[in-house]
């Protein structure tokens, strides 16, 4: 479809590989900070109680509502839970509201679509990055790109590596991954694309609410051994 985005019935706010890099997004989190209508979930519309599982779900970890309904996120038309870094994603496109309803899958509250990188078969390209930040953050990126046979084949990789703590003490977020992607045209307009990526992140997860003993009411009820239900 070649619809102008200002010509669409729905509210779509993208972003590009060129404005990521301006504001230094590295995550889901740090990109939504600059959509409309949308905000990480602070817990404050969750039930009571410990290891409520939306605290933990999408969003890399966090959670986010867009017009205060929960969203959801895809990758390459894909539903994904896993927690997502932008070290190999094109763009994204944020659409706010149920349009599901009409086509694909989503929340109610819309939708963060993440386009992955593609393998080019007109020209190689290879760069690669550095960050630094407080609290010990270092992150290295590389992506390359390779051209098997012009126009025909083409292979792209994709790495990182970061570590990154935090003012609380104990708390870390450590993360090696991998991608990789293969893209054959075999005709003018077909195109067929394969990713994959595999890798492994560590951390530490931080809590929403303050520390409370469960045992004292056990011990003020009398040391019950007995389970009732």
Do not use: C, H
């Amino acid at each position: 479809m070649g619809t102008n985005l200002k010509d669409t019935a729905a509210s779509i706010s993208p972003f590009t590989t060129a404005f990521l890099s301006d504001i230094a997004a590295t995550n889901l989190n740090e990109m939504l900070a600059y959509a409309a209508n949308a905000e990480l979930n602070a817990g404050d519309a969750e039930g009571a109680g410990f290891n409520n599982p939306r605290d933990f779900s999408s969003a890399g970890g966090e959670p986010f509502r867009i017009r205060g309904i929960p969203g959801g996120v895809s990758t390459d038309y894909v539903e994904n839970s896993a927690p997502q870094d932008l070290y190999n994603i094109e763009g994204a496109e944020v659409a706010s509201g149920p349009n599901s309803i009409l086509f694909g899958s989503g929340d109610a509250g819309g939708l963060v679509s993440l386009s992955g990188k593609r393998a080019n078969v007109t020209r190689n390209k290879y760069s690669a990055s550095a960050q630094f930040s407080s609290w010990a953050y270092q992150r290295y990126t590389a992506d390359l790109n390779q051209v098997l046979v012009r126009k025909t084949r083409a292979l792209r990789l994709n790495a990182l590596s970061s570590e990154a703590k935090a003012w609380r003490r104990y708390e870390f977020n450590d993360a090696k991954r991998y991608s990789g992607s293969l893209t054959f045209k075999p005709f003018k307009r077909t195109t067929v694309a394969a990713n994959d990526e595999d890798g492994i992140t560590k951390s530490t997860v931080g809590l929403k609410w303050n520390t409370r003993g469960q045992i004292a009411r056990w011990i003020a009820a009398g040391w019950s051994q007995t389970v009732r239900f």
